[in-house]
């Protein structure tokens, strides 16, 4: 009897969280015309070679105007004009989330997109909607000895705080990889997910949080992967388990000591490419911890703050349309301020005498 009259209560939460997610689904304002990503052990995910897509957004109010986009991959998985082309190698490596992937425009008018246009160096963009600044760097340390560059160009809103677990022991219930601390005074170490775990929680429905924004927008995302992200999320905070306390926030973390994670990784691959890091940090996120990179990375590391991003992106970009300046109803840059942005960093390739010549 005692189990019965337990068993309701749990019964009906159970209920009213599928119930609140099946919601979440019939409502969800954006879509996409299938997945173009696929499971990688390493990294979480990665987008799949040669795909074909788009991405949108409906305003189901109705207020507002939505956006479409088509989606391109080429043949190593790196967003493109066209799908199935090669990539191209000896130009300019961008790194980054949805931002540097250009959420919401087409290819053509994302920053790296218009940057190619105006000045005719070879592109390639290793980025996906809702990576951490881990996940981004680690493709770039993949592939910048095979994309052979002359400059690297990295972006950061802030999605170092995408990369952050917390806990007494060493996260082993993560479906990405993130930055832990061993202990409060330590530096932290890049934790990778166990061998197979991603690859075998896919196939069941489990996916990585922020994989709705690489065309993930099934039932399984909704009912699977969101409860069980709630409820891991849930015990790391309480203090029950180690990992993620948040997806897209540093929960619980001594944030600068995550900060300085993740400028230590893009020390070393600037170092591994051998090129210059052009780092785009409107945030104010680096300034203070540069000094503390190893002579021959923070030569490599060419940062602009906030003022020059203020002068050259932020401000004329308030003077364009509304359309033109940010995604309608969504909020990333539009081709207008992706054209201010790919200006700022040919200027700035330019003044470091990192500026490929066309081929």
């Not at 409820?231 to 180690?242: N, P």
């Not at 944030?255 to 890091?277: C, F, H, I, N, S």
Request: aromatic share 10%; glycine share 12%; with cysteine.
């Amino acid at each position: 009897m005692w189990a019965i009259l337990l068993a309701i209560p749990a019964v009906a939460l159970v209920l009213m969280v599928l119930g609140y997610y099946a919601w979440a689904k019939t409502t969800y304002p954006a879509y996409a015309c299938g997945s173009f990503a696929k499971p990688d052990g390493e990294i979480g995910w990665v987008l799949r070679e040669n795909a074909s897509s788009c991405i949108g957004g409906r305003d189901v109010s109705g207020e507002t105007e939505g956006f479409h986009a088509e989606v391109f991959t080429d043949v190593n998985g790196f967003r493109s004009a066209r799908a199935g082309v090669e990539t191209q190698t000896g130009g300019v490596f961008f790194v980054g989330d949805s931002w540097t992937f250009g959420f919401g425009v087409e290819y053509e008018d994302s920053f790296p997109g218009r940057f190619e246009a105006l000045t005719d160096a070879p592109v390639a963009v290793a980025a996906s909607p809702a990576y951490s600044a881990l996940q981004a760097i680690l493709l770039g340390e993949r592939w910048v000895e095979r994309i052979e560059p002359k400059a690297l160009v990295y972006l950061d809103h802030g999605f170092w705080e995408r990369a952050a677990c917390r806990g007494s022991s060493r996260p082993t219930r993560i479906l990405k990889p993130c930055f832990w601390q061993p202990a409060p005074d330590a530096p932290a170490e890049t934790v990778a997910p166990p061998p197979g775990r991603v690859e075998t929680a896919w196939r069941w429905g489990n996916l990585p949080g922020g994989v709705l924004g690489v065309g993930e927008t099934g039932w399984d995302y909704f009912l699977i992967s969101r409860p069980l992200a709630q409820i891991q999320q849930l015990l790391v905070r309480i203090g029950l388990a180690s990992g993620f306390g948040h997806d897209f926030a540093a929960w619980g973390v001594d944030r600068d000591e995550m900060r300085r994670a993740t400028l230590a990784r893009l020390g070393g691959l600037a170092e591994k490419g051998g090129v210059p890091l052009l780092l785009l940090d409107p945030g104010e996120y680096y300034g203070d911890m540069l000094g503390e990179l190893p002579e021959a990375q923070r030569a490599l590391i060419h940062r602009v703050g906030a003022q020059p991003w203020s002068e050259e992106v932020s401000a004329p970009a308030n003077l364009l349309p509304p359309d033109q300046a940010r995604v309608p109803g969504d909020g990333h840059y539009g081709p207008g301020s992706n054209d201010l942005i790919a200006r700022l960093i040919a200027a700035e390739l330019t003044r470091i005498g990192a500026l490929p010549s066309a081929p």
